[in-house]
């Protein structure tokens, strides 16, 4: 006998800002690189990921002999001012993500916005995601200021 979930959608929002001292092109380059090969967990653990940047493109977790894990697919992208992702992420419910990174320059300082929605069946180890952004987007700063300093 199957049983019937009483369970309803949940939505979340996560809204994060940030100013980095980095020209807006930098900015843009090591988002790719930490979202994509260079990707880890907030333990320091690598968690690369494979990320077509072009619109259609697949954003993956690749663990070789094709297996693997689809996180999204490249809605947007307009370099270096906007990347955009739609897909499950690390949902394995039926729900669905909405990722943006909005960047802005001005006199060498590049305004992040990033925004991170999702609606679906969000389960409690699912909605704790805050940690794992705050890690990604702290990471981006310190390697986009590096960049820049390098130059």
């Known amino acids: ?86 897909g499950p992420l690390f949902m394995s419910t039926p729900a669905v993500s909405n990722i943006q990174y909005r960047l802005t320059e001005e006199n060498g300082l590049t305004r992040v916005r990033f925004v991170h929605r999702a609606m679906g069946w969000i389960g409690e180890g699912d909605r704790g995601v805050e940690e794992g952004w705050t890690d990604l987007i702290a990471r981006i700063h310190k390697a986009a200021e590096k960049r820049s300093s390098q130059r």
């Open 1 to 86: 006998m199957a049983a019937i979930s009483q369970e309803q959608p949940r939505t979340f929002e996560i809204v994060k800002q940030e100013e980095i001292r980095a020209p807006i092109d930098i900015v843009f380059e090591t988002i790719l690189e930490q979202m994509g090969p260079l990707n880890s967990k907030p333990d320091g653990v690598a968690m690369p990921m494979k990320l077509e940047a072009w619109p259609g493109g697949r954003w993956f977790r690749d663990l070789g002999n094709n297996a693997g894990h689809f996180w999204g697919t490249v809605q947007a992208i307009k370099p270096p001012s906007l990347l955009e992702f739609c």
